[in-house]
């Protein structure tokens, strides 16, 4: 039975050490709820960290056996670990970068390697325990290493990934000395998901200008397996956090605040302590406010609740102190006996308090700097029972893509946040309960059990479209049934694209002229007996002609247009017209003109548009563009426009090389037929061959109609060579 394995930095759960001993308190966090239902079932699994520095094996032992029946996995870091990876990689050059704060990331190599040892550590935890069948779900940006780690052991495997923070600009990224590393960790997965499609188109982006790889539709070709990357705006578990509002011990807390605070409106804010959570902002924006309209002065207070996080690190023990300034200067310069503009909290507050100021606060403050989400924002819309109250949200926080609704602003923008708490404080309760009503229908539906179903349920879908889709490898033991086929056969066929195929690509087309190997190997292959080798491509005759032409090898041309029997003259595949270049081919001009990179190639009778050289995005982008335009112009012709690896090509319908394909084979009849191409022009050939012929898809991409696939143009002159022994 194959199980599901959530894997991440955390576990959901958090071990203290205390006077009494190791203390186990189970974490209350969105993931550890919404994940909750999946690892406690049967015999799934959470392996992470368990949050402290153990000591010796005695107490490792103790947590591996305490967690272990509530079906989680300790993995241990080391002080060095710690200090490395965590606060290191993880916290000073990753965090920073991903949220838009470049000018706070270190470089430092040795922080890199610590991250790349303990991804390893992790994997070999994950290993430990995985089948070859398993599900497994890598969580969030300490472990972008992991899918890839995992894969190479676990090729089968189901791998999800979801990054919990933004993913930022390729300018953000291409500044990290290990971005490509870091891109092909994640491109280990199955399926990739973040909070939000700007995440995503930022993500294909840096794939496409890294490592080269085009995503059509969210799915990434990748070695011998798409990737599907998609949004998956993470909720909370709406009913928790409206019972806690519900319940009578935050009523008498809120009962309690209430009396101290007599008639004073509330403002709240809760943040984890971070620079990315623009809380000095915040705090000059509510100066602002109480300067504009000095009538708010002791009749609102904004109370904050800033959580103590990683003030080790320097940027953050400077940001407490700014604040602790801040704050102490407003209230020293407004507070008068009996109200103070900001209640400030540094400390974290069991739920039910937190409910009791949801509950309170007529208006949420949420405005980071950068946020992959924010979940608070979501809390506090389902702690609404009243459904009054009013949402300020940062438009740079993940939550304001769904909560339209909210006061949307921009935290840097100090005057509109002014205007923004002082319009939330006069809002008619009419429309609050209109708005409040809206997001807390989106908040309840798309809650954090529906993000977990929908990303397992997607995942479980890639992993099946993979299987549908994929060929098979051309194994060992499929090339030895392969090479007795073609042993045993009165007569064969080899069929052979050239480019991609027989020789790999190249940035200029010109430059691609056989080497001595190739006209050697193909020499040998004419020599056998009862063999005919057809060079099936899409070049023109007269390149094929003077690379190949001294060979006794078969041509067809251009896709099919021109055929050539060895030792014969060249003739067309049928009448055809090329009077309709001097139409189109100002259009390709058009978009060579707007393109840098890109070229014309004519041929006989089609013509070529291609952007191989060009700036992968732009490329893509003028592809669609171009296609659109050519459909338009080609409808109701008998030309067609065909997309193969970084061109387009515009030619008469009707002729390709499955049509050609088809009547070599009518011709020459042959009992083994080998056809090995790279592209989507192959597959019309493989389309045309008897179910019992050998087609072999080559390259990366293994969804073809071939029976096989083969990794690319050094594996082929192997097999081919093969064929000589
Ligand atoms: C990452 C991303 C993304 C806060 N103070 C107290 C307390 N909290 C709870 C809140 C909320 C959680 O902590 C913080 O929510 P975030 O959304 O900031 O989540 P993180 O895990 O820190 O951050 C973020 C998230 O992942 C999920 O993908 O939204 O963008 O950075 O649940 O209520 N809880 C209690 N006392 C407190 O004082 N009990």
């Given at each position: 039975m194959p199980r599901t394995l959530i894997v991440s930095n955390r576990l959901p759960t958090k071990v203290l050490r205390t006077d009494e001993g190791l203390t186990f308190q189970p974490s209350e966090g969105g993931l550890a709820t919404g994940l909750g239902s999946i690892y406690k079932q049967g015999d799934n699994v959470w392996i992470g960290w368990p949050g402290l520095f153990v000591e010796d094996e005695a107490e490792e032992d103790y947590i591996r056996q305490k967690i272990r029946a509530d079906n989680m996995a300790p993995v241990f870091l080391t002080e060095a670990e710690i200090r490395d990876f965590y606060e290191g990689f993880s916290n000073s050059t990753l965090w920073p970068t991903f949220h838009y704060f470049s000018e706070f990331a270190t470089y430092e190599q040795a922080h890199w390697e610590a991250y790349v040892a303990v991804n390893e550590k992790f994997c070999a935890a994950v290993l430990a325990q995985a089948g070859p069948d398993d599900t497994i779900w890598v969580q969030d940006y300490q472990l972008l290493l992991l899918p890839a780690l995992l894969r190479a052991a676990r090729p089968e495997a189901s791998i999800g990934f979801f990054l919990h923070i933004p993913f930022p600009s390729h300018e953000l990224m291409r500044v990290l000395p290990w971005r490509n590393e870091l891109l092909r960790g994640m491109l280990g997965a199955d399926l990739i998901g973040f909070h939000t499609f700007g995440y995503m188109r930022h993500f294909l982006s840096s794939v496409a200008?890294?490592?080269?790889?085009?995503?059509?539709?969210?799915?990434?070709?990748?070695?011998?397996?798409?990737?599907?990357?998609?949004?998956?705006?993470?909720?909370?578990?709406?009913?928790?956090?409206?019972?806690?509002?519900?319940?009578?011990?935050?009523?008498?807390h809120e009962a309690r605040y209430r009396e101290a605070l007599r008639?004073?409106?509330?403002?709240?804010?809760?943040?984890?302590?971070?620079?990315?959570?623009?809380?000095?902002?915040?705090?000059?924006?509510?100066?602002?406010l109480l300067q504009r309209y000095p009538e708010w002065r002791g009749q609102v207070s904004l109370i904050m609740l800033v959580v103590p996080s990683r003030d080790q690190v320097p940027q953050y023990a400077s940001l407490k102190e700014e604040?602790?300034?801040?704050?102490?200067?407003?209230?020293?310069?407004?507070?008068?006996?009996?109200?103070?503009?900001?209640?400030?909290?540094?400390?974290?507050?069991?739920?039910?308090?937190?409910?009791?100021?949801?509950?309170?606060?007529?208006?949420?403050?949420?405005?980071?700097?950068?946020?992959?989400?924010?979940?608070v924002a979501k809390e506090y819309v389902a702690s609404r029972l009243d459904q009054q109250g009013v949402l300020i949200l940062s438009e740079r926080a993940g939550a304001a893509r769904e909560l339209s609704d909210a006061i949307i602003i921009n935290p840097t923008d100090m005057g509109q946040l002014a205007e923004a708490m002082h319009d939330a404080l006069v809002m008619p309760k009419e429309e609050q309960i209109?708005?409040?009503?809206?997001?807390?229908?989106l908040v309840?539906?798309?809650?954090?059990?529906?993000?977990?179903?929908?990303?397992?349920?997607?995942?479980?879908?890639?992993?099946?479209?993979?299987?549908?889709?994929?060929?098979?490898?051309?194994?060992?033991?499929?090339?030895?049934q392969l090479l007795a086929a073609y042993h045993t056969a009165e007569e064969r066929l080899l069929l052979l694209d050239y480019d991609g195929t027989l020789m790999a690509f190249q940035a200029d087309p010109k430059r691609v002229e056989p080497d001595q190997e190739l006209r050697l190997l193909l020499r040998a292959l004419t020599d056998l007996p009862r063999t005919r080798v057809v060079i099936i491509s899409g070049r023109d005759r007269h390149t094929l002609e003077k690379w190949l032409g001294h060979l006794p090898v078969d041509f067809i041309a251009e896709h099919g247009v021109w055929l050539r029997p060895a030792g014969e003259e060249w003739q067309l595949f049928q009448q055809l017209r090329n009077d309709w270049m001097r139409e189109l081919r100002p259009v390709l001009e058009l978009y060579v003109a707007r393109t840098a990179g890109s070229f014309i190639e004519e041929k006989d009778y089609s013509l070529v548009w291609h952007y191989r050289r060009a700036d992968a995005e732009l490329g893509e982008v003028r592809a669609r563009e171009l296609l659109s335009h050519l459909s338009f112009m080609t409808a109701n012709t008998e030309l067609q426009v065909m997309e193969g690896n970084k061109v387009l090509e515009i030619k008469a319908a009707g002729i390709n090389k499955g049509n050609a394909a088809a009547r070599w084979l009518a011709k020459y009849p042959a009992e083994f037929v080998l056809a090995l191409g790279d592209d989507r022009t192959d597959e019309d050939t493989f389309r045309a061959l008897p179910p019992e012929a050998y087609s072999v898809r080559v390259g990366t991409d293994a969804r073809s109609l071939a029976r096989f696939h083969i990794a690319g143009p050094p594996e082929v002159r192997q097999l081919l060579r093969q064929l000589l022994a």
């Open positions: 200008h890294a490592l080269g790889l085009p995503a059509q539709n969210g799915r990434i070709e990748n070695g011998n397996r798409s990737v599907r990357v998609d949004a998956f705006p993470m909720g909370i578990d709406y009913e928790r956090y409206a019972a806690a509002a519900a319940s009578d011990e935050a009523k008498g008639d004073t409106r509330v403002i709240l804010s809760i943040d984890r302590l971070d620079y990315t959570k623009g809380i000095a902002q915040r705090l000059r924006a509510f100066d602002l604040i602790d300034e801040l704050t102490g200067r407003i209230n020293s310069q407004y507070r008068t006996i009996d109200w103070n503009p900001i209640l400030y909290f540094y400390r974290s507050l069991p739920l039910e308090e937190l409910a009791a100021l949801f509950r309170i606060a007529e208006v949420a403050l949420v405005t980071p700097m950068r946020d992959g989400m924010n979940l209109v708005r409040m009503a809206a997001m807390q229908a309840k539906r798309y809650n954090v059990f529906s993000w977990t179903k929908l990303f397992l349920n997607q995942l479980a879908y890639t992993k099946m479209k993979q299987h549908t889709l994929a060929t098979e490898m051309l194994t060992e033991e499929a090339t030895k």
